[in-house]
């Protein structure tokens, strides 16, 4: 059997998710300038056109504080726990008056001056509008849509998965990768005949979209076997004292009984998901977890993109199942990749430039878009 009828095909099925762009914002712009063009286009008398304007424009801020009161209503009985005991910083967060009260007291000011000729009083058009805008909140019709939340908690790096992609670089990765060549070149004097391909000398990490992560990766496939530990690294961490770090080697079994050998595990990050979506107090679905899973892996390679002590040093393997009984998918997935590193180290060593396969899985390739905005940032706020 050929290696090309082993290659699997996840890389082209998988779809990771980018960061949401601005299309959302550009069709805002397009709709107003065709409402816009369409009141223009209806002939109608300028001023009661303008005074209708300015009144919807104070009801939306009338709404605004209003959805304000009703949540300071809340606040004032958390002021110690959540504000510092600041009654002022409880309003602020409470009513943005940054832009709603400017807007309300011009909007206000610009409709008394056209309220002339207007057979009903002010105080009616304002208490229709409280009472409609009151009738929105008691009907829970201003709560954002799910598009809404996600963006809002990407944006703010809120979700659970950049909480987990940053911990696992942070507390692991970061301390490990620098350290892997150096214990496989220790490794490789010792073994010559293993580790024959240096373009692998890295931690291929798996990271399974439903999370099912096997504490023995013999058992997730027959075709690896466990080899032998690399070097220790052994540090005081968080109080510990001679922590120890270890990558385990494994050999791989291909189609023609070749043995390929790598150091291979699994996102650890990926256990607490699943272990999320089995706890009923999480509240955290299914569909939740395979979201965030996929957000963990756009993170997680965004983090790693942009470390300089990681470069060269690890490998993503991401990838999604499929409904089928495979005994030896996870063998397949992890070959492809081996393979494909080998032929970039042939590529690079004939003086070529190795082309990547439009198959490998990478997130300017897949179907889920990210601005640069988006991106993790440093926490450092000194870094550029």
């Given at each position: 059997m050929s290696q090309e009828s082993?290659?699997?095909?996840?890389?082209t099925t998988l779809q990771i998710p980018k960061a949401r762009g601005g299309r959302a914002r550009h069709a805002v712009y397009l709709l107003l300038a065709l409402c816009a063009a369409a009141l223009c286009l209806a002939g109608e008398p300028l001023v009661p056109t303008a005074r209708s304007l300015t009144f919807h424009f104070a009801a939306l801020q009338i709404g605004a504080l209003l959805k304000g009161a009703c949540f300071l209503a809340e606040e004032i009985f958390h002021l110690q726990s959540r504000h510092r005991?600041?009654?002022w910083r409880a309003l602020s967060a409470c009513f943005p008056l940054r832009w709603h009260g400017p807007m309300l007291l011009v909007c206000g000011s610009a409709?008394?001056?056209?309220?002339?000729?207007?057979?009903?009083?002010?105080?009616?058009?304002?208490?229709l509008a409280s009472l409609c805008q009151l009738l929105i909140l008691a009907?829970?019709?201003?709560?954002?849509?799910?598009?809404?939340?996600?963006?809002?908690?990407?944006?703010?790096?809120?979700?659970?998965?950049?909480?987990l992609a940053w911990s696992y670089y942070i507390g692991y990765l970061k301390i490990v990768l620098p350290r892997v060549k150096k214990s496989m070149e220790e490794f490789s004097r010792a073994n010559p005949s293993v580790l024959t391909y240096?373009?692998?000398?890295?931690?291929?990490?798996?990271?399974?979209?439903?999370?099912?992560?096997?504490?023995?990766?013999e058992k997730a496939d027959s075709n690896i076997q466990y080899l032998k530990d690399l070097t220790e690294t052994t540090l005081a961490r968080a109080g510990t004292k001679k922590r120890i770090y270890k990558h385990s080697l494994y050999t791989i079994r291909d189609e023609d009984n070749k043995?390929?050998?790598?150091?291979?595990?699994?996102?650890?990050?990926?256990?607490?998901?699943?272990?999320?979506?089995?706890?009923?107090?999480a509240a955290f679905s299914r569909e939740d977890r395979l979201e965030q899973a996929k957000l963990f892996y756009r993170t997680l390679e965004e983090i790693l993109k942009g470390s300089k002590e990681c470069v060269g040093t690890y490998r993503l393997i991401a990838y999604e199942e499929s409904g089928e009984v495979e005994?030896?998918?996870?063998?397949?997935?992890?070959?492809?990749?081996?393979?494909?590193?080998?032929?970039?180290?042939?590529?690079?060593?004939?003086?070529?430039?190795?082309?990547?396969?439009?198959?490998?899985?990478?997130?300017?390739?897949?179907?889920?878009?990210?601005?640069?905005?988006?991106?993790?940032q440093p926490l450092r706020s000194d870094c550029s």
């Open positions: 082993w290659r699997p095909s996840h890389p005991g600041s009654f409709y008394v001056a056209l309220h002339d000729g207007d057979e009903q009083p002010l105080g009616f058009h304002l208490g009907l829970g019709l201003h709560k954002p849509s799910a598009v809404e939340i996600s963006e809002m908690s990407e944006r703010s790096k809120q979700n659970v998965a950049h909480g240096r373009e692998t000398w890295k931690l291929h990490i798996l990271i399974p979209l439903n999370c099912d992560v096997y504490d023995d990766l043995l390929w050998h790598c150091a291979v595990e699994y996102a650890t990050p990926l256990q607490s998901l699943h272990a999320m979506s089995q706890d009923e107090c005994p030896h998918f996870l063998s397949r997935e992890i070959l492809w990749h081996l393979r494909q590193q080998h032929r970039e180290e042939y590529a690079v060593g004939e003086g070529n430039h190795p082309r990547a396969p439009s198959t490998v899985l990478n997130s300017t390739d897949l179907s889920l878009q990210i601005s640069e905005s988006d991106l993790p």
